[in-house]
């Protein structure tokens, strides 16, 4: 049952089929960043279901995600991998942040407790999104979450597009390289400050090249990367 549940979360490649329905260019309205993390029920209700609940819960879970992309809600959303209380990420498009409740109450694996959306207002300085190449199959990217470090002080000015690229001027040289696909900063993110989405999935080079950076190397902030997984395509470099 514990496999069934760890595939569930996101169904790999079928829930990749259900974003392949995306605009080319859905039209911004604002960006909001979505983690997904293991709820707070997550253990007990899984104990209770059997394979075939499980199995609903995931396709239903899927479809609704299928639903907002149709909509043109959905820009973005694939797992994480390795350990840790986030399993995958959504970048969704709305015109206020009310329509995020709306947008998961269809999903049963956040309606038990599976789940829990936990959300931020995204600002982007570089945004590349796009359609998934057909037939979808699975690649692996590399994203990284920027949180305040052991020696972080406050900044003097409201976060923006430029408080990452100034933090961490880094990302303009792999961003000339197209190593970058999306990278932003987190409205009331709280210790998170923004995130950013390498098309590389080699994360001990990323990890060098950033700590290239004064923030880095002085512990004002901390990279914690993980691999992410999206169809191809969908961080495609058009240059």
């Known amino acids: ?64 995600l299928g639903r907002l992309a149709e909509k043109g809600i959905l820009l ?14 959504v970048v969704l498009t709305l015109d206020t942040p009310e329509q995020i409740k709306e947008a998961f109450i269809p ?41 305040k470090g052991e020696h972080w002080t406050p900044l003097d000015e409201t976060p923006d597009t430029d408080t990452l690229p100034d933090l961490l001027p880094t990302l303009q040289t792999l961003q000339r390289k197209h190593e970058l696909a999306l990278y932003g900063t987190l409205l009331g993110g709280g210790e998170q400050l923004g995130i950013l989405l390498f098309r590389s999935e080699n994360t001990a080079a990323i990890q060098a090249e950033l700590s290239k950076d004064p923030a880095v190397r002085e512990g004002r902030v901390r990279i914690d990367l993980r691999p992410q997984y999206q169809a191809a395509g969908v961080f495609r470099d058009t240059s």
């Open 76 to 89: 973005a959303a694939g797992p994480l991998g390795g350990s840790g209380i986030t399993r995958g990420i």
């Open 1 to 64: 049952m514990k496999q069934v549940i760890k595939h569930s979360v996101w169904g790999g490649a079928f829930l990749l089929l259900c974003i392949a329905t995306l605009p080319t260019h859905a039209k911004t309205k604002q960006l909001y960043w979505v983690f997904l993390n293991s709820g707070a029920k997550r253990n007990e209700v899984v104990k209770t279901l059997s394979k075939e609940a499980l199995e609903k819960m995931q396709s239903d879970h899927v479809g609704n």
């Open 107 to 147: 999903d049963p694996f956040v309606q038990n407790g599976i789940l829990e959306v936990q959300t931020f207002p995204l600002i982007t300085a570089h945004n590349e999104i796009h359609k998934p190449d057909m037939p979808v199959r699975m690649v692996q990217h590399t994203l990284g979450v920027v949180v």
